[in-house]
Every structure is written in structure tokens, then in C-alpha cells.
């Protein structure tokens, strides 16, 4: 493989709970082969305290995570990007900024722990499943043989990762 470096942006509403996950996962789980960022069409101005607990927790580099527009990835001078995942309904069903460079995208939709309910012991939980169900999604794209597939059958597998329930991720992970 050569030392190209993929720059991937996870997309959500508030950017404050499941695009930073993904944008903490895939920089950890990428190896320097993938740089992720992570942006809001509506952001909330900060992150989710529990979303940082995690990542602190499991050993993230937390280092730049804050909430941010996506309006900073359509700019001329921001990092051109390969892939964009949206990963809430709603950012899924807005119209998007257009994309220096034309990358590949895929909605990657996981329920939002932010918006849980219940006591503290269940929404903490739902920022685990929402971490749980990101890392497994991530962890197949990241086994995808990118150089050696087409870019129509990329295509399809990004969708089709994006398509899995909770069961198809842990049996294919």
C-alpha cells in the first residue's frame, strides 16, 4: 500500500455526540491510513459530556474534538475529502454543502445518545451502543480492500454497511 492518507468526515445534526465517536473511532482504528473529522449541519457548539467520558475512558486521542459546521469542509482551504458518512437521519436528509473533490458517501445511520432517555445508567449505556455499533461499522470499512475494488462496488459496500442492523455488524466484525 502506498502512504496515501484518506481524509474521512462524519456528519451529524449537532456534531456533539455520534460524528465525534466516529471521528475519535476511525482515527484510532485507521492507523494513519485514514484521518477523520466530524462536522454539524446545525452544531451544538460543544460535545457531549458523555461522549468525552467514553472516548477518555477507552483511551482516546481527544486532542482538536469540538463541535464544528460542516460549512469548515466546504471552504477552499479545508482538506479535500475521500469519504463523507452521515451517521443521523436527519443531516442524511439535509441538503449538503457541495464537496471539493466529489467524495464517495454513504448514510451510516446509528440512533442518537443524546436523545436517550431514562436514568443515568441508560443513557450512558446509549452512548456505549452508539459507540459499539460505529466501531463495528468502521472496523469493516476499514477491512474493505479500497485499492483493489471499483468504485461502483465500493459504493455498494459503503451502502450496504450502512444498511446493517445490529446483528450484521457483530457477525461480520
Known sequence: MTGRIYNVLFLCTGNS??????????????????????AGSQPKGAVHPYALELLQNLHHDMTGLRSKSWDEFAAPEAPQMDFVFTVCDNAAAEVCPVWPGQPMSAHWGIP???????????????FTEAYRLLGNRIGIFLSLPLKAIDE????????????????STDSAA
Open 112 to 126: 442518537d445518545p443524546a436523545a436517550a432517555e431514562g436514568t443515568e445508567a441508560q443513557r450512558r449505556y446509549a
Open 17 to 38: 455526540a455520534r460524528s465525534i465517536l466516529a471521528e475519535a473511532i476511525m482515527n484510532k482504528l485507521g492507523h494513519g491510513r485514514f484521518r477523520a473529522f466530524s
Open 152 to 167: 461502483l462496488s465500493l459504493q455498494r459496500k459503503l451502502d450496504e454497511i450502512g444498511r446493517m442492523t445490529d446483528r
